[in-house]
């Protein structure tokens, strides 16, 4: 006989993608999501957590050489998202981005910069 108690499954509260809750409750049968709106502040610190957690699991894949693209596409849905918190948008991203490449370059040189010395 299995007895039901109710109790919450244990785990770090994380920021989670709008329709996780709904996929929890299709997908794993006799679960419910336990959730809450964050406030203005604690969802910007909570996009810091994530956009580090996304770029650690890219990190990996790209180590193990298995869902790179995946990975990179959850990190750039962080950024959208920290660019909307800002009160910015992708777009103006992007064109900093181009002002940035064009005037310091980008990383195509794979350049490593070990240090300096006095001339």
Request: aromatic share 2%.
């Amino acid at each position: 006989m299995r007895i039901h108690t109710n109790l919450p499954i244990e785990m770090k509260p994380k920021l989670v993608r709008d329709k996780i809750p709904q996929i929890i409750e299709q997908h794993e049968i006799g679960v419910k999501p336990l959730t809450r709106i964050l406030d203005d502040k604690e969802y910007g610190e909570r996009l810091i957590e994530k956009i580090h957690e996304e770029a650690e699991e890219l990190s990996l894949a790209i180590k193990e050489k298995t869902n790179s693209v995946e990975e990179l596409a959850d990190v750039l849905e962080v950024v959208n998202a920290i660019a909307d918190y800002i009160g910015s948008s992708i777009g103006e991203v992007e064109i900093e981005r181009l002002k940035k490449l064009v005037e310091r370059g980008g990383f195509k040189g794979r350049i490593m910069l070990e240090g300096k010395q006095i001339k």
